[in-house]
């Protein structure tokens, strides 16, 4: 399978978000870290990781935690 995100927005709604697919959950990780802070900025404020159409884990918000 590959694994990719799915983009929500700040109800918890399908959003808009690359289109991007990755051959590994390791892979789509650390795309993940070093894109997540445009996303936000994007306007996604949570990601779930599918791995084809199943979900890995999520939804994870971009928020951090205080």
């Given at each position: ?8 927005d ?32 994007d ?15 999520g939804?994870?918000?971009l928020?951090?935690?205080?």
């Amino acid at each position: 399978m590959s694994y990719s995100w799915r983009y929500l927005d700040e109800h918890g709604n399908p959003t808009s978000g690359p289109d991007e697919t990755f051959t590994d959950q390791t892979e789509a990780e650390s795309w993940f870290t070093e894109t997540w802070p445009d996303l936000l900025d994007d306007g996604v404020h949570a990601v779930t990781l599918l791995d084809g159409d199943s979900e890995v884990y999520g939804p994870m918000s971009l928020h951090e935690q205080s």
